[in-house]
């Protein structure tokens, strides 16, 4: 196109060939566009890929032979994959719901100007550091049933102390479950403290003058005005909950049995390791429902309140 | 807001405040001691002799305090048939780490100076559907992943992985710079485009050099993600081309021989050093970068 600008230009050098005036303007795109190609081929692309594999027939290979619902009846009818659902809402309720307890809980503690908050702040935070492989293997030795916290209770005089959830497999989960919290509350403390700081301190004080006592100050006031946070929070570990699968294979592997199967497990097993590529496929398909249910809705009020 | 020190009617009365307040420091020394047992535990089980280990305590101080066990770990402990020790692993882990970290960085520092001062129609999707990427359980991508990585001959390399990491990486890795930049004033880009700077020389002379802050964040984030990674290692790599979180999987679930509880410990601690680090080092940055992931927008 060869439009002439009808206002004169402030530098007349800029009259220059159209082609470099159109290479200059689509530059931004051009540096954007391998970053976004990338994403909707290996994000978008195949997630695609893997929702049709799911309708396919594949076992040990991908087969592109269409097999209708086939896979998600045989996965739903997997005792296994009912097993790893229950352990799921086990964890993700106990998980999401301590973290944010004991999160909540130590940073009203923190925030009782309290002296040596920087020595204690990462004390609460460095498990968020460490990856879930280091975290497993340290929490399955210090809960190990012969030489772990049992043998340590019995050395106490506390001879009938009793701790085999490792190796029981009605209560391993729960192991699980304190090592995910040991590892993501101090994380939640954190978020939580921030947000004690960002409260209007003037609120408070009427409230005082009011002669309202410090529990009802927090139950009342402080609380409720934290909300955003009880959200961000429980976002953060809904999404880790689903994803989790480093802890648990380190933790337990999975096991005793299939005492620990989660439905992250339960994909990675059943795709690579019992040639049920289209079980697995349509597992993960799950998984990916399920994030997007409690993802989609947040990132879209995140991104609507900023345009206002 | 400190309140909890003051009674009903608004009057400190001094003897009730103290005992509040040692309560309060009682419950933050105890709970702070219940999150560093599992670190102490496994610090110390990795000084001790395995005699030690099956005949003493856990809590105890180690008698005899030996690094027998580290460098057993570094150089001698069995992974699958291989008894070489850990460091190659360790090895794979940083080749892998130091290209992802350096090139996710760089791609969404330029991704975000695109979306907030080159902004074009549609920018608002485009973000949003990079953002997305951030949150999908990669379950969802592992087999075709897979299948693409044996086509092009990537499987058990480190270049498939520090693809793989590149990747999955640039949703976040945008999101910070593109949340940093936005509040970069916009006049000074506009200043400099009429001075005829262009697009590049922007991007290099006037964000580049402000940028610290969020770059140093973006590295810490993308370093513990990358280092940390379990789930892409185990499914791409395996053998000798491991990263280390497999490798350290492999030492501690393997079930032959005698159960050297020590040199897991030793091993563990070597995968966690470099995090740890980091997060000692720059703590502060590690804090931003995890609310950043955490609270978009």
Partial sequence: ?308 | MSAANETANGTVSAGGARTARYFIYAALVILALVYLLPLYVMLSTSLKSLDEIRGGDMLALPRDPSVAAWVRAWGEACIGVSCVGIKGYFWNSIKMVVPAVAISTLLGALNGYVLTKWRFPGHKLVFGMMLFACFIPFQAVLIPMARLLGTFGLSNSTAGLVLVHVIYGLGFTTLFFRNYYEAFPDELVKAAMIDGAGFFRIFWRILLPSSGPIIVVTVIYQFTNIWNDFLFGVSFSSGTSSPMTVALNNLVASSTGVKEYNVDMAAAVFAALPTLFVYVVAGRYFVRGLMAGAVKG
């Fill in chain 1, 1 to 308: 196109m060869t439009t002439i600008e009808p206002v004169p230009v402030v530098e007349p050098q800029r009259q220059r060939s159209t082609f470099a005036d159109g290479l200059r303007n689509a530059l931004p795109k051009i540096v954007l566009a391998p970053s976004f190609a990338v994403i909707l081929v290996f994000v978008y692309g195949f997630i695609l890929w893997t929702v049709y594999l799911s309708f396919t027939t594949s076992r040990i290979l991908p087969v592109y032979k269409w097999g209708g619902f086939d896979a998600y009846y045989r996965l739903w009818s997997q005792p296994n994959w009912y097993v790893a659902m229950q352990n799921l809402a086990i964890f993700g309720v106990l998980y999401i719901g301590i973290c944010i307890a004991l999160g909540l809980g130590i940073a009203i503690l923190m925030d009782q100007r309290i002296r040596a908050e920087g020595v204690l702040r990462p004390i609460f935070l460095y498990p968020m550091a460490l990856s879930f492989v280091v975290t497993g293997t340290a929490w399955k030795w210090f809960l190990n049933p012969g030489l772990g916290l049992e043998n340590t209770m019995h050395n106490l005089g506390w001879t009938s102390f009793k701790f085999d959830w490792l190796v029981n497999p009605n209560m391993a989960i729960y192991t699980v479950v304190i090592a995910g919290v040991w590892q993501a509350s101090g994380f939640v403390m954190a978020m939580f403290l921030a947000g004690l700081r960002g409260i209007d301190g003037e609120i408070i004080k009427a409230a005082q003058i009011d002669g309202a006592s410090s529990v009802s100050i927090y139950r009342r006031i402080i609380i409720p005005l934290l909300r955003p946070v009880f959200l961000s929070a429980f976002i953060v570990l809904a999404h880790m909950a689903i994803k989790s699968y480093d802890l648990v294979i380190a933790l337990t592997g999975g096991g005793p049995g299939n005492a620990t199967e989660l439905p992250s497990t339960f994909m990675y097993s059943y795709t690579f390791t019992r040639n049920q590529m289209a079980v697995g496929s349509a597992s993960a398909v799950m998984m990916l429902m399920g994030i997007t249910a409690i993802i989609v809705p947040y990132l879209y009020s995140e991104l609507r309140e900023k345009q206002s």
